[in-house]
């Protein structure tokens, strides 16, 4: 069959014709996910929403019609699931603040024990999960500096190293434990921490 043909292929997949379905999925998929990736920017995202696209085509195929191409058709579908993931991902960190709000304001400041305690443990075992993973030379600086209370040229002196690899050492790992402590960060300015 000439799936090239609009009115062909719609007809063969409206009568359920796996090869017309596998036609459009093998000529399609790759474009429809570097579509999906730029709007997205994550791989994982783009595959749901490609997919997504594809299985309702599938399951509505008896009563679908499509005027211009499969592939508008298709580009379409793609945007409407990026446009909902994206929507859906605001709602969830939307409420992932609020929750994080609720538990410092109700709990934290209520009970300063709480605080305490959440600075002790939870605050500090992030921290130092994410110090252990840094290089050895960031860390052994990040280390001097922000536990040891030294200052940059006291470390250089001890290190045998330059004062300027000292400060790009420790822009490296303040950059590096922004990226893996993310939403704790929002603690930290609450706790006043020096990051």
């Known amino acids: 069959m000439d799936y090239t043909n609009t009115g062909i292929l719609v007809s063969a997949l409206n ?19 570097n579509y999906a990736s730029r709007i997205l920017k994550d791989v994982e995202a783009s595959k749901d929403a490609v997919q997504q696209a594809y299985y309702r085509l599938w399951e509505n195929r008896s009563m679908l019609t499509i005027t211009i191409s499969p592939q508008a058709y298709l580009y379409r579908a793609v945007y409407n699931n990026c446009i ?5 991902k605001d709602i969830i960190r939307k409420y992932e603040e609020e929750q994080l709000k609720e538990l410092y304001f109700s709990t934290i400041i ?3 024990e709480a605080e305490m305690l959440l600075e002790r ?9 994410s110090v252990e993973a840094l290089p050895k ?3 052994e600086i990040f280390i001097l500096s922000k536990m040891e209370g030294l200052k ?6 001890r290190l045998g190293i330059s004062l300027k690899t000292v400060e790009s ?13 993310g939403w704790l960060l929002q603690i930290f300015i609450f706790f006043r921490l020096d990051f």
């Open 121 to 129: 443990s939870e605050i500090e075992k992030a921290i130092m999960i």
């Open 15 to 33: 009568e359920g014709n796996i090869l017309a379905f596998e036609y459009i999925y093998k000529t399609y998929y790759k474009s429809l996910l």
């Open 84 to 88: 909902n993931s994206i929507t859906r």
């Open 169 to 181: 050492q420790m822009t490296i790992a303040i950059k590096r434990l922004r990226k893996d402590l």
């Open 152 to 157: 940059n040229k006291e470390i250089a002196e």
């Open 137 to 139: 030379k960031c860390q």
């Open 110 to 112: 209520q009970t300063p």
